[in-house]
């Protein structure tokens, strides 16, 4: 197989969530693969930083201030895309919050603010980008961002646990509905691996030794360790996946 399979030269990539973390990398990795990236924040300022960090490497880069959660915020963005003759050829729905509280003291706001960051944006997101990659016929590529919580549960993390199993199905209904027009959705779970959210449990002696015990690999995962499966996911080298979830967790759920 040619080296071009996973060639993204002349692809834009929108990343949501990338003015840091995991989805930073993604957008990295996507950009080292020759793809232009749009990034995706909420915070003006951080998304600034990270896009001017992006150009000084050389990266093609535009800015994309919206919150993924509003609806209408959604469909303005995508018709700023339009106007400005950017049509997004692969989607990573990254964003997402973590909430760690006991079911029992859980409250509805919290709930909902949860599932609307990490499950009903995808669904937003992802509908704009697949009825106008739908409407160009060249297909697309979408990649869903889950979780080892897509697959098991952890307690103290329940709306986050269903919120990511909800991208795992959500996945194989996007599809289901949409292969036939050429674009593959898939998921990416990532394990362990560590950022932001997670370093307050790396900070905490019996989590990191937990997680160091339960993953084959005997180390936390960094965001670059995610990043290949992304651009594998964004390449016509997976033409033919659709509707999968890929676990990048060391050996974490593959091992009791
Ligand atoms: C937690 C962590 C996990 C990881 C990741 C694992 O509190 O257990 O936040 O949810 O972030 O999702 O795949």
């Not at 998304?47 to 994309?64: C, K």
């Not at 003759?85 to 989607?91: H, N, P, T, Y």
């Not at 560590?194 to 905490?204: C, F, I």
């Not at 995610?226 to 964004?234: D, H, I, N, Q």
Request: hydrophobic share 45%.
């Amino acid at each position: 197989m040619s080296a071009s399979k996973f060639d993204l030269t002349g692809r834009t990539a929108l990343v949501t969530g990338s003015s840091r973390g995991l989805g930073k990398a993604y957008a990295e990795g996507l950009a080292e693969a020759g793809a232009a990236i749009v990034l995706n924040g909420h915070d003006p300022d951080r998304l600034g930083a990270t896009a001017r960090e992006f150009r000084a490497r050389g990266y093609r880069v535009e800015e994309a201030l919206f919150d993924v959660t509003d609806e209408a915020a959604v469909s303005a963005a995508f018709d700023r895309l339009d106007t400005a003759g950017i049509a997004v050829d692969i989607l990573v729905n990254n964003a997402g919050i973590q909430l760690r509280k006991p079911l029992v003291d859980l409250t509805m706001t919290e709930w909902r603010k949860v599932l609307d960051t990490n499950l009903a944006s995808a669904f937003l997101v992802g509908r704009e980008a697949a009825r106008r990659m739908i409407a160009r016929g060249r297909g697309g590529k979408i990649i869903n961002i889950g979780s080892l919580t897509s697959e098991v549960a952890r307690a103290t993390v329940a709306p986050y646990t269903a919120s990511k199993g909800g991208i795992k199905l959500l996945t194989k209904a996007m599809a289901a509905e949409w292969a036939e027009h050429g674009i593959s959705v898939n998921a990416v779970g990532p394990g362990y691996i560590l950022t932001e959210m997670t370093q307050p449990l790396a900070d905490t002696p019996a989590f990191d030794s937990w997680v160091r015990q339960r993953t084959p690999a005997r180390r936390w995962g960094t965001p670059a360790d995610v990043a290949g499966t992304v651009v594998f996911l964004s390449s016509d080298a997976a033409d033919f996946v659709n509707g999968q979830i890929i676990y990048v967790d060391g050996g974490m759920l593959s091992v009791l």
